[in-house]
């Protein structure tokens, strides 16, 4: 109902029933053009929201279809769905492995970000010491330095540490690029936190870790999952990154594995499709399960950075 | 301190809590740095570090092999910047990229955030719709659309021959005057749910009292809209449009994954062509200088908005 309720108006509480924010008041009592309006905005959002599903549904059409069947009758719902050629891309494809790398890059990754930035963010915020200001813009700056500004020599730099084409190779380069924002967004959360806190702890007996241990971290739980949601996408997602620093079939995240798979079986639609369709079902369920919590966060890390 | 104490132990008692006052604030400055010491070392190993050898290498002709990395001055820039013609041409589609792909998504997005905003059912089931290409990986939505423009078994061929368009069933991706539109169209497809989902976190925080008295006062749905619902939108409208103008210099994944910049040099834009100079043609002295003029470029745009949105919050 919104605010329309602080002012009630004669001439607009009717219509104000069935549409919350009615058109000027002589426009709402035509009850055809408020009907109109009711099916444009429906129609309006339906159709967006085929164009936003269809490419997946097609996806997933053809991933359950034979080959004769794509072929003949491309937007036919499969007669019979072909279950077995998911089975069949997951193991010429070797999607488990894939998977398994995703998550030991990309748990790592989100833990690390996590640990590093609550630390750091709590002792910019609550700790007073020479230089803090100077070390909080200096992390800031890495927030607009692009990837493509460190990749090249970082790429000699990993060869010549040893770390090139090994885990680590897409792990600690991606935490410390999530470094910026994550203290930038933990900083601000602890700096909301009233000392008072801190300084009834210590008469306590806490120790500067215990206070941040058993004090800060169990407030900073939503802005941690934040944190964690955004490294999450991010890691998860990267594609460049592991293109450069894991050049090796058996280290390859699921973006890469996908592409080099679609490469090779570039002709053979169903297999690609059915390849596409393992990767983004569990994505896709993942996200509607928990899409309140994946909105908020990616939005609200771009409304923060 | 200004406790009253026996004469003779002034002295030493005012020693003693300077003595305890220095230790606290050496101890201050320890726990610092062990709490800051995780992000700040590998921040410094991982990004600060490369970023100063990224400048170092701009100067020099290196080919990523050779033992010595030969210093030739400003010579690279002076080349990216007034002799490669593909470089001219990458920025011009970069260019491109970034006004479609600013106006098409927040056009959409409005559109969309102001019809759900006026009150619909099903309005979490629409926004999670919407906002889903943005949760997976671009090179996934790039493949996806790379089968969907196939010439021959692609969906919008295929769709277009059945609803008997076949004139205008074309290889998308392989022609030069289609390429680029072709890819900016995906990109669009990907973002305006994003868009669609900020701006109606904008609109829960528009003013209803200055709403209503506009109602009052006569203002029609569309003058209320335009005069004041868009002028409380235009800080998150200024965020939107310097992320899409930061992404719109950095996009990769969705160029490098459908066309690899071509056909020929016409979908190529700045970040894929530092991929090749760099990576495949070991141009890595001239790679890495382009690689610092598109970071000039992004920390230009990245204050130049810093500074609007400053004196925005002043207004």
């Known amino acids: 109902m919104r605010a329309n309720t602080v002012h009630p108006d004669p001439a607009e509480t009717a219509s104000d029933s069935i549409v919350r924010t009615a058109p000027t008041p002589g426009f709402a009592t035509h009850k055809y053009a408020l009907i109109l309006r009711e099916t444009g905005k429906y129609i309006l959002l339906l159709f967006f929201a ?43 494809g070797h999607f488990g492995e894939f998977f398994l790398n995703s ?28 230089g803090r200001n100077i070390l909080f813009y200096f992390f800031l700056a890495g927030i607009i330095i692009p990837f493509q500004a460190i990749m090249i020599p970082l790429y000699y730099q990993l060869r010549d540490l040893g770390l090139l084409t090994t885990y680590l190779a897409g792990i600690l380069p991606m935490i410390a690029l999530g470094i910026p924002f994550g203290i930038f967004l933990m900083r601000a959360f602890f700096m909301s936190l009233p000392v008072e806190l801190i300084d009834a702890a210590k008469i306590d007996g806490c120790g500067d870790f215990g206070v941040f241990w058993h004090i800060m971290v169990p407030l900073a739980k939503p802005a941690l999952s934040t944190l964690g949601i955004v490294q999450f996408i991010a890691s998860w997602n990267a594609f460049l990154l592991p293109l450069l620093y894991l050049q090796k079939q058996s280290l390859r995240p699921l973006t890469l594995g996908l592409l080099y798979f679609q490469t090779r079986y570039e002709s053979d639609y169903t297999l690609i499709a059915a390849g596409i369709t393992i990767i983004i079902l569990p994505m896709i369920l993942v996200y509607v399960l928990f899409q309140r919590q994946f909105i908020e966060g990616l939005t609200s890390g771009a409304l923060k950075g | 301190m200004q406790t009253p104490s026996p004469p003779g132990t002034h002295d030493q008692q005012a020693s003693r809590t300077r003595n305890l006052r220095w230790r606290g604030v050496l101890r201050r400055h ?15 190993t991982f990004v600060a570090y490369p970023l100063v050898g990224s400048i170092g290498l701009s100067f020099t002709s ?71 290409p943005y949760v997976l ?54 973002g305006y749910g994003f868009n669609m989902t900020i701006l109606l976190a904008g609109l829960q925080n528009v003013d209803m009292d200055l709403f209503d008295a506009a ?64 990576f495949q043609q070991n141009f890595v002295g001239y790679g890495t200088a382009l690689s610092i003029v598109l970071t000039v470029i992004i920390l230009i745009v990245s204050v130049l908005f810093i500074r609007l949105r400053e004196r925005g919050g002043e207004t």
């Open chain 1, 50 to 92: 085929v164009i936003s599903l269809m490419p997946f549904v097609w996806i997933v059409g053809i991933a359950l279809k034979t080959k004769k069947e794509f072929y003949e009758a491309p937007f036919s719902l499969p007669a019979v769905p072909q279950w077995q050629n998911l089975a069949t891309a997951w193991d010429i």
């Open chain 1, 103 to 130: 998550v030991i890059i990309t748990l790592p990754t989100v833990v690390g970000v996590l640990i590093c930035c609550s630390l750091a963010g709590y002792a910019l915020a609550k700790i007073d010491f020479l």
């Open chain 2, 30 to 44: 320890l726990t610092a740095l062990l709490f800051l010491a995780p992000a700040l070392i590998l921040y410094v």
């Open chain 2, 62 to 132: 290196w080919d990523g092999v050779n033992p010595v990395r030969e210093w030739v001055g400003l010579q690279n820039y002076t080349r990216a910047l007034s002799a490669d013609d593909i470089m001219q041409q990458a920025l011009l589609h970069n260019l491109i990229w970034i006004v479609l792909e600013t106006i098409i998504p927040l056009s959409i997005g409005l559109l969309l955030a102001s019809v759900l905003w006026d009150g619909a059912r099903g309005r979490t089931a629409f926004r999670t719709v919407f906002f889903m």
């Open chain 2, 137 to 190: 990986a671009t090179v996934i939505i790039a493949i996806i659309f790379g089968l969907i423009y196939n010439p021959l078994y692609g969906a919008l061929n295929q769709f277009l021959r059945a609803v008997g368009l076949d004139m205008l069933a074309q290889g998308w991706l392989g022609q030069p005057n289609t390429a680029l539109l072709s890819l900016i169209m995906v990109a669009a497809w990907a």
């Open chain 2, 215 to 278: 109602k009052i006062d006569g203002a029609n749905a569309w003058q209320r809209f335009i005069y004041v619902t868009i002028p409380q939108l235009s800080h998150v409208i200024t965020l939107l449009v310097s992320l899409s103008l930061i992404g719109g210099f950095k996009v990769f994944d969705l160029v490098y994954v459908m066309t690899a910049g071509g056909p020929g040099y016409h979908t190529e834009v700045v970040a894929t062509y530092i991929f090749k100079q760099s």
